[in-house]
């Protein structure tokens, strides 16, 4: 559980308690909610000075009725005339109430507009152009979700998956408390609430960890053969494999990783996923695996520190109770769903787990699988040489580094909520406020992107500079762990050293802010023969030269 309690506003036009009740009662956080008076939106709205804004908020639900929001949505309803241009500017009007949300709410979590619970809709008229409430409110949604494409402060979720039935609550339940939907529907919101703000402040799983026998395809290897595997084919069980593999690999392009922890023979199952001609995942969509008969819970352990991720970023699948609860007592950082008895179930299983949800996605995350297979090549090649500094010399490491952008912008936010160990300040920013801060007289943010002869790592490094007369401070520090001791820490310091130099700055002081798991970060500082050290303050001074490391090359 997140030891800071997530503080949680609640607007809407109706009764919001069911929901708050769930959101504080959620096993995956703490939350702490503040329930504004329903039926207040619209005045909260246009009053930026109510006291319901005075306390910082990370996030506000505020969830309304599309007949409330959007007057001209209840003439439709009603079967009256609304033309559309007048309907969509009075979204638009909405949508720039909404953008004047005070800014100590940091995240506007807006569930989409659905139909009135009572309302059946007109039948073969319902999506009829101009006359349809359905036709109207899809147009609706689509306009919001335009209106904030390029907000990150603004994330949209789409209610209708919430009450897959047609939701709404009884209309008894309604009269007498003014409470709209199902504790079911209730329950489906709070937990994709849940996960938005986990993926905002990067707490989402990174990583899926899977058996093989009877979890990634139906028999067992070793007594059937690959050959008699079920996966595909005209079979259910077949098919439904197949299908959960399918959904598999949707997950690597989210920039999800794939793994394996199987109890087989190693050469054996990389046959099998080699040779089989149904499996739809290939060797290259995994990015580590520990095929060997040892206790589960090791090599699981052993995969994430060969990635470089902390344990609670891992999801562990296993049809074997035993193994499940074998894996919850040693790692209970792990999470480990309670797979289906049947295997049928397993592709809707699959996707309806919200552990993996993100609000954005950067091009580094549907690459992520690729560069870690990459990374696999590069530990097989330092096995090939007698030094670190030769298999350094050997990568031919390339950074860039180049100032924050519209265009890396989004990588980069994530970056700044996601990285832990080697971070010096770990401040955390959403993109919004990131830009605002770059952008401000005296702050300077360069982002750094590493590749070398196997690929590219992507977008990995982010420091800034805060000048203060002769005097520079280097605020952030932060790298991602997969290109941690190759020389992007110099290449990063010497880039901000340089920078201060030609501002005139005297020195450069780095302060380093101990958090549970930026040990790393201290560590290095620690280890630079120039800095001078005192307490968690280091100072370098800047009267000589900063050159990059040899093996780097530095755009």
């Known amino acids: 559980m997140s030891t800071k309690p997530y503080k949680i506003g609640l607007i809407s036009d109706f009764n919001t308690q069911n929901l708050?009740?769930?959101?504080?009662?959620h096993p995956a956080t703490a939350v702490e909610c503040t329930e504004a008076d329903y039926g207040n939106t619209q005045r909260l709205l246009l009053d930026s000075n109510d006291?319901?804004?005075a306390e910082a908020m990370d996030a506000l639900v505020l969830w309304t009725f599309p007949e409330l929001a959007v007057p001209g949505f209840q003439r439709i309803v009603e079967f009256e005339d609304c033309p559309l241009d007048e309907l969509l500017q009075q979204v638009d009007a909405f949508c720039a109430l909404v953008k004047k949300i005070p800014p100590t709410v940091r995240t506007i979590i807006l569930p989409s507009w659905t139909m009135p619970g009572m309302e059946r809709g007109l039948g073969p008229m319902n999506l009829a152009p101009n006359v349809g409430p359905a036709n109207a409110l899809m147009r609706m949604n689509l306009r919001l979700a335009d209106q904030f494409a390029a907000d990150r402060r603004v994330v949209l979720l789409d209610a209708n998956t919430w009450m897959p039935g047609g939701g709404g609550a009884s209309p008894k339940l309604w009269y007498l408390s003014k409470t709209p939907f199902t504790n079911t529907d209730f329950q489906e919101a709070a937990g994709d609430i849940i996960a938005a703000l986990e993926g905002i402040h990067g707490r989402s799983k990174k990583v899926l960890i899977l058996d093989l026998d009877n979890t990634?395809?139906?028999?067992?290897?070793?007594?059937?053969?690959?050959?008699?595997?079920?996966?595909?084919?005209?079979?259910?069980?077949?098919?439904a494999f197949a299908d959960f593999q399918k959904g598999l690999k949707r997950l690597t392009r989210r920039g999800v990783l794939l793994a394996i922890a199987s109890k087989n023979e190693e050469s054996v199952a990389l046959e099998a996923i080699r040779s089989h001609p149904e499996m739809i995942l290939k060797l290259e969509d995994f990015a580590?695996?520990?095929?060997?008969?040892?206790?589960?819970?090791?090599?699981?352990?052993?995969?994430?520190?060969?990635l470089n991720l902390g344990l609670d970023s891992a999801v562990f699948l296993d049809d074997s109770a035993f193994e499940r609860g074998r894996v919850r007592e040693a790692l209970p950082q792990v999470l480990v769903p309670e797979l289906p008895a049947d295997?049928?179930?397993?592709?809707?299983?699959?996707?309806?787990?919200?552990?993996?949800?993100?609000?954005?996605?950067?091009?580094?995350?549907?690459?992520?699988?690729?560069m870690y297979v990459a990374d696999r090549q590069r530990t097989s090649l330092q096995s090939n040489f007698s030094s670190l500094d030769e298999w350094l010399h050997a990568l031919e490491l390339r950074v860039i580094a180049e100032p924050l952008s519209s265009g890396n912008l989004e990588r980069a936010a994530q970056l700044f909520n996601k990285t832990n160990q080697m971070n010096l300040s770990t401040r955390r920013m959403n993109a919004a406020e990131l830009l605002a801060w770059a952008s401000a007289n005296g702050n300077h943010l360069w982002t750094f992107r590493v590749s070398d002869k196997f690929g590219d790592y992507?977008?990995?490094?982010?420091?800034?500079?805060?000048?203060?007369?002769?005097?520079?401070?280097?605020?952030?520090?932060?790298?991602?762990?997969?290109?941690?001791?190759?020389?992007?820490?110099?290449?990063m310091l010497?880039?901000?050293a340089r920078k201060a130099q030609s501002l005139g700055c005297n020195e450069l002081v780095a302060r380093y802010v101990p958090t549970p798991k930026n040990q790393p970060v201290q560590k290095w500082f620690s280890n630079c023969s120039r800095a001078q050290k005192s307490d968690s303050t280091f100072t370098f001074s800047l009267g000589d030269s900063f050159e990059f490391p040899k093996h780097v090359r530095i755009t």
């Open 20 to 25: 708050a009740v769930l959101l504080r009662k």
């Open 51 to 53: 006291s319901y804004w």
């Open 343 to 370: 295997p049928v179930l397993y592709p809707s299983f699959l996707s309806r787990l919200k552990c993996f949800d993100n609000p954005f996605i950067s091009q580094e995350d549907r690459a992520r699988t690729t």
């Open 494 to 496: 010497c880039a901000v």
């Open 288 to 306: 580590r695996w520990k095929i060997n008969w040892n206790d589960k819970a090791a090599n699981i352990a052993e995969l994430m520190s060969d």
């Open 216 to 239: 990634l395809w139906g028999g067992i290897l070793g007594d059937d053969g690959w050959e008699q595997l079920r996966i595909g084919g005209h079979d259910a069980v077949g098919e």
């Open 458 to 491: 992507g977008l990995c490094g982010i420091s800034s500079l805060v000048q203060n007369g002769i005097n520079g401070q280097l605020l952030d520090f932060l790298l991602s762990c997969r290109v941690m001791g190759r020389g992007v820490e110099e290449t």
